[in-house]
């Protein structure tokens, strides 16, 4: 100990051998006692007298090594050096009074002044490094305030703006009133130079909460500002909903409520984008009907009225996207259609583009991927697949399956989902033979399915040569209400006859209805013969208003319809990304069509009814 107080005392004494004498140095400091002979430094020091002021801490320490005051008189030592401009000596004074007295009360107060003192020297670097290092040591708030505040002016320096908000952000946390009051001035300063890209980019990559809710409502504020109505209460009130103790959040809060009125946003209009005429007038004609019973139906039952902007796509892709743009003139929050693969997805990017929700109804493989404000509502093959496969390995123990199918783009996409499914379920494919679909006599596929090249009309296959429990056909009815009949004049019998939706038709029924007597299992997530309370009402209703029995397409866009104004009137959908957020988050929604969920993708999978034939008459599996 007694080495380094002499290492310390030299150190001092050489910082001195540059300093200009005093004219008049008479001290006498071996007269005076330790406290007299620091009093009279101190006195000289605030008297701003500093060369004689730094002469006599300078005796303090030479004759006083060991006094409880020299941390105190190394401290006024780089001080004087600090205000004489002699900024390396002062550093070197500090860093010698954190070396040798770390435990003393002056040396986090020494630890800023070399902190300040790096930049004065412009050694922003070391400035960071050393502020770095030293801010895991044990300190008190205000020494932590001071060093973040330090950090953020090296990162302005440096033109690390994003940097020095998260530095000036954190000062502001744990400072006194007047330290935060310097440091939001610093924060708002830096937050200045961020641009909107700058301050999205800054949230994608803190974890921080606190500080990402900060910058949420920087952003919103930016928006306003820049009148960007829609995208600031989308901020706002994401921010207000996921931090609403957030310090911020009561400022945000106020700032909605004069949002709302500037936005364009009209929480109760929706556009009908449908193809009342052309080549698809038939489907999109029946889907209207479908939608326009479920705004009558909910608007009874709930109180809420909705405007509806209906236009017609005409079947035709680039006037679905003209429609699109004709719909966001009328300020409408969603897009229910269109149906056509091709207006689809013109309508589709439209809407992306202007960031309005839009269901469609389509078929259309992964049209929803071009965006996250676009979502889809309908019947998908990977749906029926699915229910089938499941269905018939769990529920019935098959694990053999054949598939027999139509040689164009219907019948191999099923063909190609049922063999991945059914593996997927441990079962296997026996065997999967094709057909011309122009031919009516489908003998030598099924000849070749059940194994045997040779077999003559007459020969009768015996179910025991059958090496399958199931075969999956996806044909239309007026196909596989051929197909069939042949099967069983063949012999095979006691498999399981599997289709698709397309089964779901009385001319099924007529064609092979007596094959198909508790053998067959169709997917469909439409069974207008359903007895439950919600299926009749929907059904009568139908009947009553148009004077006709509805479908699949009335039924689907009954049930889009219902969720999106279930949805519209939460009264936290204020705007189309708030709209959006509750889309995805609809879960098990129990419609006609099956009991539906939207996933990530903004894709709908429903729980499909299976049915079967039972005394001319379809019904339900159970």
């Known amino acids: 100990m007694k080495l380094s107080k002499l290492i310390c005392v030299m150190i001092v004494i050489t910082s001195l051998a540059c300093v200009p004498k005093a004219r008049v140095v008479n001290i006498q400091s071996h007269d005076l006692s330790d406290e007299n002979l620091f009093s009279k430094?101190?006195?000289?020091?605030?008297?701003?007298?500093?060369?004689?002021?730094?002469?006599a801490y300078s005796e303090y320490i030479t004759q006083f090594p060991e006094n409880h005051l020299i941390p105190a008189a190394l401290m006024r030592i780089g001080t004087i050096h600090d205000t004489m401009g002699e900024n390396e000596k002062a550093r070197n004074?500090?860093?010698?009074?954190?070396?040798?007295?770390?435990?003393?009360?002056?040396?986090?107060?020494?630890?800023?002044?070399v902190i300040e003192g790096y930049l004065k020297d412009g050694l922003l670097k070391e400035a960071v490094n050393y502020s770095t290092g030293i801010l895991t040591?044990?300190?008190?708030?205000?020494?932590?305030?001071?060093?973040?505040?330090?950090?953020?002016?090296?990162?302005?320096?440096?033109?690390?703006?994003?940097?020095?908000?998260?530095?000036?952000y954190k000062a502001g946390l744990i400072s006194t009133k007047h330290e935060r009051e310097i440091a939001d001035i610093k924060l708002k300063n830096s937050m200045a130079q961020l641009g909107i890209n700058g301050i999205i980019s800054l949230i994608k990559s803190i974890k921080d909460n606190s500080l990402k809710g900060y910058l949420q409502y920087q952003l919103g504020l930016r928006y306003y500002e820049d009148k960007k109505y829609n995208e600031a209460a989308d901020i706002l009130h994401d921010f207000t909903q996921k931090m609403p103790t957030h310090r911020n959040a009561g400022e945000a809060k106020s700032i909605l409520l004069e949002i709302y009125p500037k936005a364009g946003f009209k929480t109760h209009t929706v556009g009908y984008l449908l193809p009342l005429t052309g080549a698809f007038n038939i489907f999109g004609n029946r889907a209207l009907k479908g939608a326009n019973l479920a705004l009558e139906s909910f608007s009874n039952k709930s109180g809420h009225t909705f405007n509806i902007v209906i236009k017609d796509t005409e079947s035709d892709p680039e006037k679905a996207a003209a429609a699109v743009d004709n719909l966001i003139k009328e300020n409408v929050s969603a897009i229910i259609g269109p149906m056509g693969s091709a207006e689809s997805v013109s309508a589709a990017n439209k809407a992306q583009a202007e960031k309005i929700p839009i269901i469609l109804l389509t078929q259309k493989e992964n049209i929803t991927r071009a965006g996250d404000f676009i979502f889809r509502n309908?019947?998908?093959?990977?749906?029926?697949?699915?229910?089938?496969?499941?269905?018939?390995?769990?529920?019935?123990g098959i694990k053999k399956f054949a598939i027999l199918y139509p040689n164009e783009h219907y019948g191999t996409t099923f063909m190609k989902l049922f063999q991945d499914e059914v593996r997927a379920h441990g079962g296997k494919i026996v065997r999967a033979e094709q057909y011309d679909?122009?031919?009516?006599?489908?003998?030598?596929?099924?000849?070749?399915?059940?194994?045997?090249?040779?077999?003559?009309?007459?020969?009768?296959?015996?179910?025991?040569?059958?090496?399958?429990?199931?075969?999956?056909?996806?044909?239309?009815?007026?196909?596989?209400?051929?197909?069939?009949?042949?099967?069983?004049?063949?012999?095979?019998?006691?498999?399981?006859?599997?289709?698709?939706?397309?089964?779901h038709s009385q001319k099924m029924i007529e064609m092979a209805g007596e094959f198909l007597e508790d053998w067959a299992i169709i997917p469909d997530s439409f069974h207008g013969e359903n007895n439950s309370d919600?299926?009749?009402?929907?059904?009568?209703?139908?009947?009553?208003?148009?004077?006709e029995e509805p479908g699949f397409i009335e039924a689907?866009?009954?049930?889009?319809?219902?969720?999106?104004?279930?949805?519209?009137?939460?009264?936290?959908?204020?705007?189309?990304?708030?709209?959006?957020?509750?889309?995805?988050?609809?879960?098990?929604?129990?419609?006609?069509?099956?009991?539906?969920?939207?996933?990530?993708?903004?894709?709908?999978s429903k729980k499909l009814y299976l049915l079967t034939i039972n005394v001319g008459r379809f019904v339900e599996l159970k």
């Open 41 to 55: 430094a101190e006195n000289l020091f605030n008297s701003r007298q500093y060369n004689r002021a730094l002469e």
């Open 93 to 113: 004074n500090y860093i010698n009074l954190i070396n040798n007295y770390p435990k003393s009360n002056y040396a986090s107060d020494a630890k800023i002044k």
């Open 137 to 168: 040591e044990i300190l008190s708030d205000y020494h932590i305030s001071k060093i973040y505040i330090l950090i953020g002016d090296a990162r302005i320096a440096m033109n690390h703006a994003p940097d020095a908000v998260i530095s000036y």
């Open 378 to 396: 309908f019947l998908m093959p990977a749906m029926q697949v699915k229910s089938l496969v499941e269905y018939s390995v769990i529920h019935k």
């Open 437 to 503: 679909p122009a031919l009516t006599d489908f003998t030598d596929s099924i000849r070749r399915l059940a194994g045997s090249r040779n077999i003559s009309e007459r020969d009768i296959i015996e179910s025991s040569r059958v090496d399958f429990e199931a075969v999956f056909i996806p044909d239309s009815p007026a196909k596989a209400g051929l197909i069939i009949p042949q099967i069983a004049y063949l012999d095979i019998r006691n498999v399981y006859l599997l289709g698709t939706n397309l089964w």
């Open 534 to 547: 919600k299926m009749s009402e929907f059904v009568n209703s139908f009947v009553v208003k148009y004077g």
């Open 556 to 604: 689907v866009a009954y049930d889009t319809a219902m969720m999106l104004f279930r949805t519209m009137s939460m009264p936290n959908v204020r705007t189309p990304v708030s709209l959006r957020n509750e889309l995805v988050r609809i879960k098990n929604y129990n419609g006609l069509t099956g009991i539906t969920s939207f996933d990530g993708s903004g894709d709908a």
